[in-house]
């Protein structure tokens, strides 16, 4: 009875302060409401600020004082510096940072405009490594802590039928972030790995839900046959970022259905 008690306390993140970019909808409300759940005080990070004070509300009507809404936007340094100054007055030291803030643009590459192009890859990979240097600065002076980063299954393959190309290149840096941060302060005990959903049932997904040309592929492509729902990708988040995890940094979780291994 004792090692399946200490399993399951591999798992626990209790009076961890987590932060959650994108936090106040789709992944990461769920992310946010799976840590709160497990223990962990959270900090619901978003450019809504009106969105991330509801999903606030909703958290700590699970756990009183769980979580805080912060205003951050993720492609602005001095936005994520006083978010963390904010976050760190309220809940005290960052143990985990989980980088969800992701937007997507579907364009044909020939006419993909500069501006979607820079406003994708500013949000999706600039923005987690800004996360990343500023809370992870943080963490690797405290020799602890664990990033949790939102890649995607268009970081490892170009999906179809779609036009992605800014998205895809996006998630693929993320992936070699990852990797590159984890090897660079795995000495200063910090953890950086990824998880990599397939097609989630989100706000994000809903045009392509909608598409008879797309929807039916996506199905096909997928051996499950159906989407994720935003709590099985915030299970594989809590699991990186806990002790259940110790032993882990640098990979990419892949949790998409199937859809990577054919």
């Not at 978010?83 to 937007?103: E, F």
Request: hydrophobic share 50%; with cysteine.
């Amino acid at each position: 009875m004792s090692s399946q008690t200490d399993a399951f306390a591999a798992f626990d993140v209790t009076d961890r302060v987590a932060v959650v970019t994108g936090g106040a909808r789709g992944i990461g409300r769920a992310i946010a409401e799976v840590l709160v759940q497990a223990g962990a005080r959270v900090a619901v990070a978003d450019r809504d600020v009106d969105a991330a004070v509801a999903t606030t509300r909703d958290l700590n009507a699970i756990r009183a004082d769980a979580a805080i809404a912060v205003e951050m936007d993720v492609t602005s340094k001095a936005s994520i510096a006083a978010a963390a100054a904010k976050i760190a007055r309220a809940l005290g030291a960052v143990d985990i940072l989980v980088n969800n803030a992701g937007i997507v643009k579907n364009a044909p590459a020939v006419e993909v405009t500069e501006e979607d192009w820079r406003s994708v890859l500013d949000v999706n990979l600039n923005g987690v490594f800004y996360c990343s240097q500023i809370f992870g600065s943080a963490m690797v002076a405290a020799q602890k802590g664990a990033i949790v980063n939102i890649a995607s299954i268009c970081g490892s393959v170009p999906v179809h039928p779609q036009p992605q190309a800014a998205y895809n290149a996006s998630k693929a840096g993320v992936n070699l972030l990852t990797k590159s941060l984890a090897v660079e302060w795995v000495k200063s005990g910090v953890r950086v790995n990824a998880v990599a959903p397939g097609y989630v049932s989100t706000e994000l997904t809903l045009a392509g839900r909608s598409n008879p040309d797309w929807f039916p592929v996506w199905l096909a492509s997928t051996p499950m046959g159906r989407l994720a729902e935003p709590v099985e990708i915030a299970r594989a988040v809590l699991f990186l970022a806990s002790d259940a995890a110790s032993y882990i940094t640098g990979t990419t979780l892949m949790v998409d259905g199937g859809y990577t291994a054919i």
